[in-house]
């Protein structure tokens, strides 16, 4: 009998990081550890002695000694946890949010642990949800749609300010100095793969989501970067990479520094980078097309694959080998899903309610799910608009904003609290259908993340309103199993892992027993109310009444 | 010097009585009393020994004892407080809710108090709100329609399940032997007079506004009663009376008996009954067109009198000598206002800001309106559809529902608080529009009732939106001292009151020194939200998108 093989995924959280050690053969999660990133999210000044550096609204970064800080306090604990050798440790793998990125000079130091540039916001890590670059995206979109740039259909016809050129511009645009100084502008992802094994290597999904790469046509041509400022034109040859490795291979092993911090042995393989959501799919059992996964949170992230490419409306991308290799990796999402209610929790519920929740030993959610999950579909009598952070999918739109229809004088928290979950189900919808109409199966689906857990009536009606049965990961924390499987890979089945990502999933991924099925009855009801929000739907968010955003016109005049 | 001479009101609301003993040369308010009904609002079981008799839904029923007594308590109590001998009372005015309306036999008695009825709910008193005549009020709409029954004009074109003959066609369709033994079917506003005078004297205010009456034309013809039902035919010749008395004449004088309840001398004069809102006009010192009345409470009624009959969008009636004498009286009005703020403020509140209104020494109202003056008009970023209890003006339609447009996860309380005001207020607008379209004036606004008193931002928002100056009656109690003064028209000049209700009112009321004028850089603001609300407010309300009465039959279907 071998001895039992182990890898470690490390997921790079918004606000920590995350170790999780796994027994390549049953993908049994033996040990996990957390750490909280130092500064988290920087978002009003820099962490930085002297004179405080404000930062401007929209803003976010990241320290990226936080990362460093991570390996070093995660790894070693997981390791004294499950009491393994590091001999045992065969593959390590990572994924991170994206886009979120930095400048770095050649050596692969980042510009804000550079004295003469640390004072400068520009220097430091763009995390994910740093907003400010909404004009840069502008810019790029209209460029774009000017110039007819075909990539832009792989985008649902529209980039995010959140994406890697509009970040990459921004600096260029507000700190020239910056930009000049930076040798290397790089994700997160592929920087902390680099202090791993000393090699940059950049990765496929980041690249084909974030960065308009495909695999067959590469970046957008540099007379496109051209059109948006001539100190642009080569940003990929000056400061990118046009190698871009695909998820599955290996990125390198571990130097020894590397294996100083973390306690594994120096030669360790490690994958290339991945992303949180993508790396879930693997991990959520879904290595084939037809079977979509949600990833259920704060927001939704759909995830799909597909053996050709096609045109979705409003997906967030479809990128070539950028879930699996060898597939178009599909990536759709709603922007508000489990912050709608805790929004809603946190300021419309009554005292009444709390009071309840605490007299019988629930939460408010659970307390409200409890007074809502007798009610048959439309017995409350409302409708919503999911809108309350913006529409992701399909229709691309942050200025849209949240509609509540059918209150009366009789209407309960719990009747509005259903209704936004029954909203959210139906946005969800929607996406599949997006997909649908394009030739892209859906045939059922996989929920994994928070939501799945917490709330049963949540995941009845998303059955009910998409029709589909939903089965459920068995992992609580599928970025993390994703990564490690993503390290069996990278280390190979000689060394005790597995040759592809299919293999590994098939042996260290599986489904809880429990299954929600779609009801009939509550199917016919369904089908009706889902046709009125799809009415609100298009008559809001396609131009039929653009009050939305006149109101958020008004409101920014006014504040 | 002449002696003090002084007038009693008796304002009958839904829950209690109250009487109001006036000065007739000042029109100071001496002394007041309530009396709360025994049996309030019967909805339940007719309260009555033996076996219970249960109610169906939506019906509401009131105790005609209860309306001595209120003149038995309250009448023997204000001149007790007040100190004044009955020789210095000259007269008494009652003014009722409407159509709240009872089967008496010749010599008045209510059939509930007699023994071979009693145990049947249609021999009870009808309350306004008793709402189990829908399917009368519809049959009489269609047939009106269909006969093209020039009279629907003057009531927005549809009359509602609360009037007349919608409760009288009920109690023919479900208790045809009630309708046979009942001699007479009557506003209990004339009854209490008929208890009062020993005379059976209807008054032109609910005869018009509530039976389809006009001086002009009658009631409707018999052949249009005749094709409700056969037996209907003769309703008006069989149980009612063609003769109508104007509002501003002497019904009659105090009997014997009625005397001797009240304390009162026998003799003294006794005014035409009249009704809450109508009464409310005078005495919120308005006897001239121009100058709408608004009497704010968990509702609105739109009271306005004009020199002509014009037809206007979805009022509720417009009636000659309906309000004062010799002019046109308009009513319209807002189903829901002061309720959709309880409403919000009993389900959407979080236990922080009922502490934080606890510690501060506010009501929770009070706290939110705290909270939302000091924003300008438009930056909360929402709209709302006041129709949580339906539109009575201009839609006419019970079946709309309540809409909020614009939420974020930024959205707080008090922005949704004040959203719900705007919208009352531009649903306020669109009545005054209406008007104003059809030739009649509205110039100015005068305010009386609950609202004014409690809400400084709800009166500069309906200034705002409305773009009218809006003054407020001084009188808190306006039912009861409008009933007063018609009491004062009574007994006339010589006997020391006025010969007209106009001179009544220039002596008898006045308005507070504080007005709310439009301030015009919020009006700027309102005006372009205003425009966004009727928007929706046609989109939803007049066919563009019938989505809140599909949300209701599917809630009903569910139920």
């Known amino acids: 009998m071998s001895k039992c093989k182990y890898v470690i995924g490390v997921d790079f959280g918004t606000e920590s990081g995350r170790a999780v050690l796994v027994e390549t053969k049953t993908g049994q999660e033996t040990a996990t550890a957390i750490y909280p990133y130092k500064h988290a999210v920087i978002d009003e000044i820099l962490p930085m002695e002297g004179e405080p550096v404000k930062l401007e609204p929209e803003w976010a970064l990241q320290d990226p000694e936080d990362y460093i800080r991570t390996f ?16 045992d440790i065969i593959g390590i793998g990572i994924d991170f949010t994206a886009c979120t990125m930095l400048p770095v000079k050649n050596d692969g130091t980042p510009l804000c642990m550079l004295a003469e ?86 990765n496929s999904c980041t690249a084909g989501y974030k960065a308009m790469w495909s695999k067959r046509d590469g970046f957008p041509k540099n007379d496109f970067f051209r059109s948006l400022d001539p100190r642009f034109e080569k940003v990929i040859d000056e400061k990118m990479n046009r190698s871009i490795c695909s998820i599955g291979e290996k990125a390198g092993e571990l130097t020894a520094q590397a294996a100083e911090w973390t306690g594994l042995r120096e030669g360790t393989a490690v994958a290339v980078a991945n992303v949180d959501a993508h790396v879930s799919v693997p991990a959520a059992t879904v290595t084939e097309p037809g079977r979509m996964v949600m990833i259920m949170g704060t927001s939704i992230c759909h995830m799909l694959l597909g053996d050709e490419e096609q045109a979705v409306e409003g997906m967030c991308g479809v990128v070539e080998d950028g879930i699996t290799p060898g597939l178009f990796g599909y990536e759709a999402g709603q922007s508000g899903v489990g912050d709608i209610f805790a929004w809603f929790v946190n300021n419309c519920i009554p005292e009444e309610y709390k009071n309840e929740a605490i007299d019988s030993g629930m939460g408010v959610h659970q307390l409200l799910e409890h007074k809502a999950a007798s009610q048959k579909p439309g017995q409350h009598g409302l409708l919503a608009l999911d809108w309350w952070n913006g529409n992701r999918s399909v229709l691309v739109d942050v200025d849209l904003s949240g509609l509540l229809i059918g209150a009366t004088l009789a209407t309960k928290p719990e009747d509005i609290y259903r209704a936004l979950i029954e909203a959210t189900a139906y946005g969800t919808r929607v996406i599949i259908e997006a997909f649908e109409k394009n030739g892209v199966r859906v045939d059922e689906l996989v929920a994994c993340g928070g939501l799945p857990e917490q709330n049963k009536m949540l995941m009845q009606i998303y059955a009910d309103v998409t029709g589909k049965n939903i089965k459920i990961s068995s992992s609580k924390q599928t970025p993390a199993l994703g990564s490690a499987m993503f ?46 929000y799809v009415k609100l739907h298009d008559y809001f968010g396609r131009g039929g009444n653009n009050i939305m955003k006149t109101l958020k016109q008004i409101r920014d005049a006014a504040g």
Chains 1, 2 share one sequence.
């Open 72 to 87: 070093q306090k995660t790894i070693p604990d997981v390791l004294a946890r499950a009491g393994i050798h590091p001999e």
């Open 487 to 532: 390290g069996a890979v990278a280390a190979g089945k000689k060394a005790g892992g597995y040759d592809t990502i299919v293999e590994t999933a098939r042996h260290m991924t599986r489904l809880k027993a429990e299954m929600y099925q779609p009801i009939p009855e509550n199917q016919k009801i369904y089908e009706r109310l889902y046709a009125e």
């Open 117 to 202: 540039y640390s004072r400068n916001p520009h220097a430091w890590v763009k995390l994910w949800k740093h907003h400010a670059a909404q004009p840069e995206a502008n810019k790029i979109n209209a460029a774009a749609r000017q110039r007819g740039e075909k990539w832009l259909d792989r985008y649902g016809g529209k980039i995010s300010s959140e994406w890697f050129f509009a970040k990459a511009l921004q600096i260029l645009d507000e700190a020239p100095e910056i930009y000049t100084a930076a040798d290397r502008l790089i994700e997160a992802a592929d920087w902390v793969v680099w202090q791993l094994t000393g090699v940059e290597k950049r």
